[in-house]
């Protein structure tokens, strides 16, 4: 089974960047799209990007041009580069694994590490 560890979520100030992480083990990353996702309390939740297998990216409008999605399978790792935050951005963050970025809701999930941006 393919489990997923966030980390990387902190409290920040409007303007600051971090860079989450998302650690799996039990199987092999090289095959899955790796999705980011996030909730904040009350909300649906909402894609924030996703790396294929074949190179294929994707973000969401609302952070395009600020956030970068990377993969490192030699390491079994991803990571969301999060630059300029918002407090727009703040919510609890998840990443996610499946087939392909465009499944309704991927197969495997991590426990989510928690984003706040505030000044």
């Known amino acids: 089974q393919l489990h997923l560890v966030e980390s990387g979520g902190d409290l920040v100030q409007p303007g600051d960047s971090l860079r989450l992480s998302c650690s799996a083990s039990?199987?092999?990353?090289?095959?899955?799209?790796i999705q980011w996702f996030r909730q904040a309390p009350g909300e649906e939740r909402e894609g924030v990007s996703c790396?294929?297998?074949?190179?294929?990216?994707w973000y969401a409008d609302s952070v395009e041009g600020r956030f970068t999605i990377s993969r490192d399978n030699a390491k079994n790792m991803a990571y969301l580069q999060m630059n300029n935050l918002e407090p727009e951005d703040t919510a609890h963050y998840y990443c996610a694994a499946d087939a392909h970025c465009t499944v309704p809701s991927p197969r495997y999930w991590g426990q989510g590490t928690q984003v706040t941006v505030s000044s």
């Open positions: 790396i294929g297998n074949d190179g294929y990216i």
């Open positions: 039990g199987s092999t990353l090289d095959y899955y799209a």
